[in-house]
């Protein structure tokens, strides 16, 4: 998780991205933003299944969403596979499908 918040993966990290700590200032969810030539790239998101809220995923990401857009972001890209079992908020986000792939394990 270091190199990707250094910028040193896939690009800068964005100023909408967003952490929630817990009481004790731990780290309990988060949505990584970076700049990928030019896109901006939802390239993590993550939430400690024990111990934080429901809701507190959608509720950061809707965080997120508003800083972008205060920061003058036209869009935020993301890669969702089927398996995700948070797959179903993207869409009640504003989120929306553009392109489908497929992959082969090999």
């Not at 896939?10 to 731990?26: K, N």
């Not at 780290?27 to 896109?39: F, I, R, S, T, Y």
């Not at 790239?41 to 809701?55: D, E, S, Y």
């Amino acid at each position: 998780m270091a190199p990707l918040l250094r910028g040193e993966l896939i690009g800068p990290l964005l100023p909408c991205s967003s952490l929630a700590v817990d009481l004790t200032d731990r780290v309990v969810a988060g949505v990584v933003v970076n700049d990928w030539d030019g896109l901006s790239w939802v390239a993590n998101a993550f939430r400690h299944p024990a111990g934080t809220p429901r809701g507190l995923g959608l509720t950061l990401f809707r965080h997120v969403i508003q800083k972008a857009a205060a920061d003058g972001l036209e869009s935020l890209t993301a890669v969702v596979s089927q398996a995700n079992p948070a797959r179903h908020i993207w869409p009640r986000i504003g989120f929306r499908t553009t392109e489908t792939s497929m992959t082969v394990l090999l």
